[in-house]
Each structure stands twice: as C-alpha cells, then as structure tokens.
C-alpha cells in the first residue's frame, strides 16, 4: 500500500462556553464528588491516598451481601445465627445476642440505617469461605481488586479501627456508584431514616446520615467515625434528572460533618449545569479520505454530547480532534474514525468517540490513479537524488 496512515491533530471550535470551575474549598482531609451521569469528577482532593475508612466501609459488605442475594447464596427471609465473635463488638450495635437468629433483611437494616458492627460480622461469617470474618475480609480485599478500588485493603467487615484497614475516597465514590446501579432493588433501604430492631435499642434507632431530614434529594449512602478516622460520609442526592455522589472524610465534628455535606451538595448542583456540546447530525470535523469517491468524510459524535459544566460562562472549550489518516476507503457510516478532547478549563479532560457521518466508497480507477500520482509524485520530491 502507498500510503502511510499518521496521526493527525484538528483543533476545532465548540460553540459552548465555558469558566474555570471554582474548586470547592473543603476542610475534610479528602474528597471526592461525582456527577454520576456525564461522569464528570467535580472534585478530588487527596482522593487516592488510602485511609481508615471507619464504618464507610461497611459499603462493601453490604455490596459482597447483595451479591449473594442476586445468585441465590442468601436469601431476604433467611435466618443467620449469631456467633460469640459477632456478640462480642462494642460501638455501634444491633445488641444481638448469640441467642438470635436474625433474617438477612433485617441484618441488612440494622448494617444500614444502625450501622451494626455486630450484623456485618454475621453476614461476613456467613458468607466467609472459612466462616471467619477475617476470611470474608480477605475476599472482600480481593473482589474490590476485581471492581478497580485499587487503593482498598480490610481487616474486618465493619470498620472497626484495625491495622491496614483502608479505602480511598477515589475508592468509595466507585462503590457507592456501583450500589446504585447493580442493586437499584435494594438502593432504597439507603434512605430509610428509622429503623427499630425487635425494640430492644431505643437509643440507637435512627439513620445517622444527616442530610436525609433535609430536603435536597439526599438518599443514601453512610457515615463513618473513629478518633482515627474522623467523621466521614459516603452520600448521594438526586435533583431532577442529575445525581451525584460525593465522599468526605476526617472531618473533625458531628456538625462540621454536616455542614460540609449540605454545602457541596447545594455547590454541586447550584454551580453546574448539563450542556450539549456537539450533536449527532453535525460534523465536527473532516477526515481525510484515502482513495474514496469522497476526498474527505465529516465526524460527528456517535450521539448528542452532554457537558457538566460550570453555569456561568465566558469562554470557548479547547478540543482537539485526533485521528490516524488518511482514512481508507470504503468508509461505513457510524465507523469508529477518530477522538474528541475536550479540555474545559478547571475540569478533567474528556475524550469521545467520533464516527463517520456519512458512506464513503472507493473510488473509481481515475481516482486510484490520481492517488498513485500523487504519491509518488512526492516520494519523488523527498528523495535526496530527485530519484526513486
């Protein structure tokens, strides 16, 4: 073949505009926010840097449990028995007893709304490949592994203050999204604001997350506090059509824990707005097409392009089309040709695919030997002797 492909680079135009995105500034010691839609990160601060998670970290026991509920290893109405070791933990309690025998959903409640250290050791040690909850931490450091929390390592299911038991934000940002998309049959108990456990603790009844009495679409997920840890939350709040999911930890207070939460949702949502940057039916660039009944073919986006992006506005969004060309002929509309990079200022750079907007067919024989011509036209001009 005579003609070599090379990447190419076209800077285009968006006709969206666009300021620095004004970072939130947060006093917990990480965070992490998500617009859970366009994928959007909003903000990251220390968000990969593994910490004690405290009870945040009853999220993945709670994911490991649903799991099991959806291949039929556990059962809603099943009834688990309580071990010495599940009696024996303090802090934050269902008070079980080894005398009980207590249903999964229940169990589940009590790990959600009460934040039971007791019910995550029973389900772990019900679920454990040794029937040990440092057997089921160990399979939960792996299938974190497997989900992409990199930065995720248990010692327990609870949280409880333990030697190499961290998550990052980054970490738990990616599983809270993953529990609301997986289980959105379960996502609900999230927001259940009470929950009173056979009436034997009235002093531990109601859901600890402090944005739920609030009304700013807040619907789950969980809090977390150790001396070590601080005071965290793992939430999400839904407005319209828009969610978002944000992590915060090490925050010094009940008060100060709240405070924030309320403040980076109302951000969130106050000072950004969903745009369509680039539509479907509108090309947005011109390939170069080699040997075809056309010299070029027009990219669009595969569908309309929405933005998260800053409400107010001043300026144009840098993007660069990239793509290897010349194209070869024949080219098949909606064909994968090339990639969009959009780089809003103050936000991740964002990259789309871009597919041909039209057919292309070979061209006809003038054509080929025009193409010919023209490439060894200029093999001629490029060599030293003015020779092939």
Known sequence: MLSSLRSLTLVVSIAVTAVPALAYDTSATA?????????TVLLAKNADEALPPASMSKLMTL??????????????????????????????????????????ED?????????????????????????????FARYMTKRAQQMGMTNSTFANSNGWPAAGHRMSVHDLALLANKLITDFPEYYPLFSEKKFAFDGRA??????????LKLS?????LKTGHTSEAGYGLVGSAKQAD?????????????????????AIVNWSFRHFSQKTVAR????????KVWMGSEQSVGLVPAEDLSLLLPVLSDRTIKAEVVYNGPVNAPVVKGQKL?????????????????????????GGFLVRMKAVAQVLMKQLSDSPSGAL
């Not at 479907?280 to 390939?287: I, S």
């Open 216 to 220: 700013i679409g807040a619907d789950g």
């Open 280 to 287: 479907a039916d509108t090309p947005v660039a011109q390939a």
């Open 63 to 104: 994911y490991v449990a649903f799991e099991a509920l959806r291949d039929g290893r556990l059962t809603l109405n099943e009834e688990l028995p309580v071990s010495q070791h599940a009696m024996s933990y303090k802090g934050s309690t269902m008070f079980l007893n080894t005398q009980d025998r207590v249903r999964v």
């Open 31 to 39: 965070a992490y926010v998500l617009d859970q839609g366009t994928g």
């Open 202 to 211: 009235p002093s531990n009844t109601q859901n600890r997350n402090p944005l």
């Open 242 to 262: 828009r969610r978002v999911i944000f992590v915060l930890s090490g925050l010094s207070s009940n008060a100060k824990r709240a405070e924030e939460a309320e």
């Open 107 to 135: 169990l589940l409640r009590g790990i959600i709304v009460l934040s039971g250290n007791d019910a995550c050791a029973v389900i772990a040690e019900a679920l454990s490949p040794d029937g040990t909850e440092a057997g």
């Open 338 to 362: 090339a990639e969009l990079v959009l780089k809003p200022e103050g936000l991740p750079e964002i990259r789309r695919p871009l597919v041909a907007a039209t057919d292309i067919s070979s």
